[in-house]
């Protein structure tokens, strides 16, 4: 009902201003559709998306997610502190400190060719040139226009964020920790994730460390 109010309303303005209303809600519709649907998933590196982990010291780790251009900063973020938990579980830390984030996010910029096409509209409009009408596909007749679209310059915004982080058997007194288990719960169902097998091939944190490896952030 919603989208046939703002078509009824967008028709209103076909015949003086030569604005096609049907093409230009049906290409909103499929651009939102194609940009929620195209944000990297979370998932191991792969080209170049996805999140990797190395281990610098027995319990400290560093975590990175790098997603595409259709992902925000926001969903990296979570992803790389996802990831950050399951590691977490895999070797039974009760929690874990934030010691340091740095962002890895880059901006690219390119320019778009100029091309010229040819698009269709049951309306007539003085906009563009118009074409002797032909029948169309169901019967009612259509124009044709000539249109152009300027090249144009434009950023290409790829997230990225890398956490170092320690992973703790007992929570500590002095500040506020991170509960891996909470947070997987949290940020699985966020996103939707299903549940994964855990990977046991990381060995268990069993030593006491002697103190943080830096700062931690609450």
Same mark, same amino acid.
């Given at each position: 009902?919603?989208?046939?109010?703002? !078509?009824?309303?967008? &028709?209103? +303005?076909?015949?003086?201003?030569?604005?096609?209303? *049907?093409?230009? @809600?049906?290409?909103? !519709?499929?651009?939102? !559709?194609?940009?929620?649907?195209?944000?990297?998933?979370?998932?191991?590196?792969? *080209?170049?998306?996805?999140? #990797?982990?190395?281990?610098?010291?027995?319990?400290?780790?560093?975590? #990175?997610?790098?997603? &595409?251009?259709?992902? #925000?900063?926001?969903?990296?973020? /979570?992803?790389?502190?996802?990831?950050?938990?399951?590691?977490?579980? &895999?070797?039974?830390?009760?929690?874990?400190?934030?010691? /340091?984030?740095?962002?890895?996010?880059?901006?690219?910029?390119?320019? =778009?060719?100029?091309?010229?096409? +040819? =698009?269709?509209?049951?309306?007539?409009?003085?906009?563009?040139?118009?074409? !002797?009408?032909?029948?169309?596909?169901?019967?009612?007749?259509? +124009?044709?226009?000539?249109?152009?679209?300027?090249?144009?310059?434009?950023?290409?915004?790829?997230?990225? $964020?890398?956490?170092?982080?320690?992973?703790?058997? &007992?929570?500590?007194?002095?500040?506020?920790?991170? /509960?891996?288990?909470?947070?997987?719960?949290?940020?699985?169902?966020?996103?939707?994730?299903?549940? $994964?097998?855990? /990977?046991?091939?990381?060995?268990? @944190?069993?030593?006491?460390?002697?103190?943080?490896?830096?700062?931690? *952030?609450?």
């Amino acid at each position: 009902m919603a989208g046939a109010f703002i !078509l009824q309303r967008l &028709n209103g +303005w076909k015949a003086e201003r030569g604005f096609f209303p *049907h093409l230009v @809600l049906g290409s909103y !519709l499929v651009a939102s !559709l194609f940009v929620s649907s195209c944000a990297t998933p979370y998932k191991p590196l792969d *080209h170049r998306y996805g999140y #990797s982990e190395q281990q610098i010291t027995n319990d400290v780790y560093e975590v #990175s997610f790098l997603g &595409n251009g259709s992902s #925000s900063y926001e969903r990296v973020l /979570d992803f790389a502190m996802l990831r950050t938990a399951e590691i977490a579980l &895999n070797r039974q830390a009760k929690s874990f400190a934030l010691l /340091d984030l740095v962002n890895l996010s880059s901006v690219r910029t390119y320019q =778009t060719p100029s091309r010229v096409y +040819w =698009t269709v509209s049951p309306y007539p409009s003085d906009a563009g040139q118009t074409i !002797l009408p032909a029948g169309g596909p169901t019967g009612r007749t259509e +124009w044709r226009y000539l249109a152009m679209e300027p090249a144009e310059q434009r950023k290409y915004y790829r997230p990225g $964020v890398k956490l170092k982080v320690q992973l703790l058997p &007992n929570p500590p007194r002095n500040y506020y920790p991170y /509960d891996p288990a909470k947070e997987s719960e949290r940020l699985k169902r966020k996103y939707r994730i299903k549940p $994964v097998n855990t /990977d046991d091939r990381l060995p268990v @944190l069993r030593c006491e460390p002697q103190a943080l490896a830096g700062q931690a *952030h609450r």
